[in-house]
């Protein structure tokens, strides 16, 4: 069941998605080779925990604040004191926040030190599909649309779109209804986007194939052949007139 927000409940989600672009705005740029994912996560951690919020993740029982997906890691890399990060890297932080009761979420991906040009461009594609399915996002279009402009920019720089995973709603909890696919092949249902959707677009883009697998761990999703993914997601607010982006690092 779709939940459509008040505009109390609106602005309680806003101040939880600030807090979050706080903390990446902090902590994104600590992010150098040499670090452990669970140095990230404790950067994270330490912030949220400090502004009097908790980690979202930690009702979902994962064992972090932050899922730390390096390089070939699409989402839900586990945070591990053995996991380096080194210079080339490709590292995506998902954080989501618990601010009294309401939930942000969000994901950047770092581009540590020396990238490969061609794992630059992807994730700049993978922005790119980020703004064009933030731009669908808008009272009276359909969550398709979301997919099928995002799956659009992807398919023109000839890269591979995550189809077992995808955006949601949010806010209230951390996956709520609807699913936001980022391709129409997976979209299983298509409801008219409404004012008061509060949703989280959540480009995950590949350089090789679309498919991927789940390691032993049960967590970490990773590419099928290897490849680098990016990982780009922002938490919206649906209103009449216009779609607020709420976990902007510009707010």
């Known amino acids: ?3 459509l927000k008040n505009e109390k409940q609106i602005d309680g989600i806003r101040k939880s998605c600030h807090l979050l672009a706080d903390m990446f705005k902090v902590v994104l740029p600590k992010i150098k080779a040499g670090m452990s994912t669970k140095d ?3 950067l ?6 400090s ?6 993740w930690y009702r979902e029982n994962f064992n972090g604040a932050a899922c730390v997906s390096v390089n070939e890691e699409v989402i839900h890399g586990i945070p591990s004191k053995k996991k380096i990060i080194h210079d080339g890297d490709l590292v995506s932080v998902d954080v989501g ?4 009761g309401f939930i942000s979420d969000s994901s950047h991906t770092v581009l540590v030190g020396n990238v490969k040009p061609e794992h630059k461009r992807l994730d700049d594609v993978t922005l790119q599909c980020l703004q064009a399915g933030i731009a669908a996002c808008k009272a009276g279009n359909r969550i398709g649309d979301i997919a099928h402009a995002v799956q659009e920019v992807a398919e023109r720089a000839g890269y591979g779109i995550v189809y077992e995973y995808c955006g949601h709603g949010v806010g209230l909890d951390v996956h709520e209804d609807p699913s936001i696919p980022n391709t129409l092949d997976a979209l299983d249902s298509n409801p008219r986007i ?3 959707m509060v949703l989280a677009i959540e480009p995950m883009i590949n350089l090789g194939t679309a498919d991927v697998k789940v390691l032993k761990d049960g967590w970490t999703v990773v590419t099928a052949d290897g490849l680098p993914s990016a990982h780009e997601e922002h938490t919206v607010a649906v ?3 216009h779609t607020e ?3 902007a690092l510009d707010y």
Request: charged letters at 25%; aromatic letters at 6%.
């Open 1 to 3: 069941m779709i939940r």
């Open 40 to 42: 990230v996560d404790d």
């Open 44 to 49: 994270c951690k330490h912030f949220i925990i």
């Open 51 to 56: 502004h009097g919020g908790k980690p979202a």
């Open 97 to 100: 926040i618990d601010l009294n």
């Open 194 to 196: 409404q004012a008061g």
């Open 239 to 241: 209103f009449r007139d």
């Open 245 to 247: 982006i709420l976990t």
